[in-house]
């Protein structure tokens, strides 16, 4: 039991130091094309909220963010002019979020970093299938954790 704690803290370690080298690649390529006044965070929300029009609410629930500060990266990449907002027409409490042109400057910018790292991956000869698995195992963990917090 204690290698399966061992090994299960060693694989959050291991999510937690991928997931922040990820986020330098993508400020690596932010500041390679001259854009400092959005962070990693806001650029990935950016690429999530796409080029469609976006509420707010899809952000969270669809898993795109998942940090406290939601709200102040919005207002950040608003004022910025990064995205525009829209009042729902019907429903006043939904915001929709839609990219402006500098937006999908970022958005374009994004995909080229995800392309360029999912060619490297081929490379190395990890395919979809492989990720899709780690994928599937790391949900099942999700699940498990959540299933286990205490309210």
Do not use: C, H, P, W
């Not at 898993?63 to 990064?82: D, P």
């Amino acid at each position: 039991m204690a290698t399966l704690f061992k090994d299960f803290t060693d694989l959050t370690i291991k999510l937690s130091k991928l997931n922040k080298s990820f986020m330098d690649r993508v400020e690596d390529e932010l500041s390679d094309k001259g854009i400092y006044d959005v962070n990693a965070t806001q650029a990935l929300m950016l690429k999530n909220i796409g080029g469609d029009k976006s509420y707010v609410q899809k952000t969270t629930t669809k898993g795109y963010y998942l940090g406290t500060n939601l709200s102040y990266n919005i207002a950040a990449m608003l004022k910025k002019g990064y995205l525009t907002k829209q009042i729902g027409y019907n429903d006043k409490r939904r915001v929709y979020l839609m990219l402006t042109d500098k937006g999908i400057e970022v958005l374009y910018i994004v995909n080229k970093a995800l392309s360029v790292q999912q060619e490297s991956l081929t490379k190395t000869g990890i395919e979809g299938n492989y990720i899709k698995d780690i994928n599937k195992i790391v949900d099942k963990l999700q699940r498990v954790l959540d299933s286990n917090i205490r309210i």
